[in-house]
């Protein structure tokens, strides 16, 4: 399924971040997680959500995903700690640039 499929997310991303390329990349990632990147627990809750069984609201307030999605937050926390000025920056001038032109991602 292309990233382009209209599907109950993309409203919901768009009202969320306000912008259809930030919106895009996070279904871009949300598809990477359905198809296993992030583990089972999260595919299972991707594909939910892609397939319009769950929202982002109601992801947010279940006992049955919060558990892993702190823990990522941690670890996620945790390695940008550990970058260095320059290799955040790096970073984010990288995200940028792909948020401003998604066909270089």
């Known amino acids: 399924m292309s990233v382009t499929d209209h599907q109950p997310i993309d409203d919901e991303l ?8 930030e919106a895009r ?3 871009e990632n949300l ?6 990147a992030g583990g089972p627990a999260f ?3 991707a594909k939910d959500l892609l397939e319009g069984r769950t929202t982002l609201r109601e ?4 006992a049955a995903y919060g558990p892993q999605l702190s823990a990522a937050f941690r670890r996620f ?3 940008r700690s550990e970058l260095t000025p320059e ?5 984010e001038r990288k995200a940028q640039e792909q948020l401003e032109d998604p066909g270089t991602a």
Do not use: T
């Open 25 to 27: 990349a996070v279904k």
């Open 43 to 45: 595919a299972e809750m």
């Open 14 to 21: 768009l009202r969320m971040v306000g912008n259809a390329q």
């Open 87 to 91: 290799e955040r920056a790096k970073l």
């Open 59 to 62: 992801i947010g307030n279940s």
């Open 77 to 79: 926390q945790q390695w």
């Open 31 to 36: 598809q990477r997680l359905r198809d296993g």
